[in-house]
């Protein structure tokens, strides 16, 4: 139950938002293109940050790129 404890983690790193262009989900309402997230946990496909909510999500890294 790891999960529950990410959103206290410091960040692992940052990236920005570069599209929202999703061909499954809807993830226009919670990410902003251009926005700089600070990533609290990745996985080989996904990075997992605070969005525009305010809650922990996961995101597919074709929407990002590293700074």
């Known amino acids: 139950m ?3 404890t990410w959103e206290n983690n ?5 990236i920005e938002c570069t599209n929202v262009n999703a061909k499954k989900f809807t993830v226009e309402n ?6 700089v997230y600070d990533v609290k ?3 080989e ?7 525009d909510l305010g ?13």
Do not use: R, S
């Open 45 to 51: 496909e996904f990075y997992f940050v605070i969005d």
């Open 10 to 14: 410091n960040a692992l790193k940052q």
């Open 30 to 35: 919670t990410l902003t293109p251009g926005k």
């Open 55 to 67: 809650k922990m999500g996961g995101f597919l890294k074709d929407y990002f790129k590293e700074l």
């Open 2 to 4: 790891i999960h529950l």
């Open 41 to 43: 946990n990745e996985t």
